[in-house]
């Protein structure tokens, strides 16, 4: 069964400190991961994918398949980054998201 | 710019009563989508359709059912409410394969008194 765990529930840090937020999975076949966002009053929306290698809003995210691991990072967080953060792994035909890190970014 | 709307953000209703939540998107996408989202479990998938008239069941399909007689339109219904299914309903839509990016609704938050 494949299942995604994000072990910190709340990340508080101050504005211009690094951010790393982990995501561990587990699953047999070839994955695809995903880092969902929701800022305060706001839908649910994509923040990026592991295959598209890219870096959205400074974020970035590294596939480790020895470690099963696609920790989120950020070397400089801003306040605006405070937001419910998800980890998602893509299944056959779902997702399947962890539990949520709450990021808070102090002034 | 995909467009997922459902048709509550608030709803408050009696033990018992029957419950329909609508989600409609606008981008002719396959997939339809419906969670529950709760502080400290996350997101949890109840239910699933990949075309019209089908559906699957996700983790947690208990005390639920949908309906999909559109493409467009995905519907939740609680057949008879319960005070645990208080909750944020979150509706999504996707265009083909699971590793598509899912568009999101703003949400229902329906409290069950």
């Known amino acids: 069964a494949q299942r995604v765990t994000q072990p910190e529930k709340l990340l508080s840090v101050f504005k211009g400190a690094p951010v790393e937020l982990k995501c561990n999975y587990s699953?047999?076949?070839?994955?695809?991961l995903f880092w969902y966002v929701q800022y305060s009053r706001q839908r649910l929306q994509l923040l990026l994918r592991h295959i598209s290698r890219e870096s959205i809003k400074g974020f970035t995210a590294d596939l480790n398949k020895g470690e099963t691991s696609f920790h989120l990072k950020k070397p400089f967080a801003q306040e605006e980054d405070s937001a419910m953060y998800y980890c998602?792994?893509?299944?056959?035909?779902?997702?399947?998201f962890g539990k949520g890190t709450m990021l808070l970014v102090s002034p | 710019d995909v467009k997922v709307t459902q048709s509550s953000r608030y709803l408050v209703k009696r033990t018992g009563e029957k419950v329909f939540l609508e989600c409609v998107q606008d981008m002719d996408h396959e997939n339809m989508f419906w969670y529950r989202q709760d502080p400290g479990l996350g997101l949890r998938l109840i239910y699933f359709?990949?075309?019209?008239?089908?559906?699957e069941k996700g983790d947690i399909p208990e005390g639920y059912s949908v309906s999909r007689e559109k493409k467009e339109r995905f519907s939740l219904i609680l057949e008879s409410a319960s005070t645990n299914q208080t909750s944020m309903y979150l509706c999504?839509?996707?265009?083909?394969?699971?590793?598509?990016?899912?568009?999101f609704g703003p949400g229902t938050r329906l409290t069950v008194l």
């Open positions: 999504a839509s996707s265009e083909d394969r699971a590793a598509d990016t899912q568009y």
């Open positions: 998602a792994l893509s299944g056959y035909s779902t997702l399947t």
């Open positions: 699953y047999s076949g070839s994955p695809e």
């Open positions: 359709s990949y075309d019209v008239k089908m559906k």
